[in-house]
């Protein structure tokens, strides 16, 4: 599998050292969606006046809602006032409002306006590695192969429900679509690059590789398989997928020096 994926950050928190920064938090019409220029055209209001972009984003939430976005803008060492480039972005076509976002303090901003956060129509919450790295090691010290079990059944009900209700929604029925669905939305989650290597509808197995899996990184040099979470999801997926119970087995893993991680998804013996 050629490497070409480049990380993405997801948040709104910046921090700028050393300058002086303002944001704006702007709300512009659904409808902005199919005239071209809408985007650049409010950018423009910071070339004019010479005022460098730090960060910029926009999303929609749901079909036909308005769009939300921030613009972050280097005011260092500039005798700008605020208000007027506050009332120069309200006055472009197709924008409803537009928010002053100031810094929490100097050089760090962060859009306040933004919460919860959604991911395909649902909500999402983020943890850092620092934070699911205490949650999944402290808790196997803890209790050891119980909580094996447990991250393996909850990380079933994740598969089972993402085919349910989201992937089974947006695919169909047509089995590529949905692999290739599933690949994707496994990658854009942060789990890892995932690819599905062999499929046998018939036989209901399959074989996958990830690359980067986020759970066994955090276990390297223990010289064993580490998924459990994952597998689990696998699991749950590809139930939903082959219409019967099935097993991922994890034959290949980062955490023993293995370039990637390899699972095998068959049926159960029971």
Known sequence: MERIHKPYKIDSFYHFPNKDVIGFHFTLESKAIDVPGVVVNLLTVFSVN????????????????????????DITGKNIDPDKLLE???????????????????????????????????RAIIFIQRGYEGIIKRARLELGSAFNTLLYLQGFDMGLNAFQRGHRKIAG????????????????SGFGVMKVEEIDLER????????????????????????????????????????TKVVAIEVKCIAKGDPYCLFKIKPTTS
Request: charged fraction near 25%.
């Open 204 to 243: 209901k197995e399959a074989t996958i590789k990830i690359y980067d899996l986020f759970e066994c990184e955090l276990f390297k040099g223990s010289n064993k398989c580490e998924s459990h979470l994952m597998r689990g999801l696998l699991a749950g997926w590809f139930s939903q997928l082959f219409k």
């Open 173 to 188: 029925r047509k089995t590529e679509r949905l692999i290739k669905l599933f690949e994707e939305l496994f990658k854009q």
């Open 88 to 122: 120069e972005l309200k006055d472009k076509p197709y924008v409803i409002d537009v928010k002053l976002i100031k810094p929490l303090f100097n050089g760090v901003i962060c859009d306040t306006y933004f919460f919860p956060l959604y991911a395909l129509g649902e």
């Open 50 to 73: 010479n005022i460098s972009i730090l960060g910029f984003d926009i999303s929609q939430v749901k079909p036909q809602a308005p769009f939300e976005g921030f613009i972050y803008a």
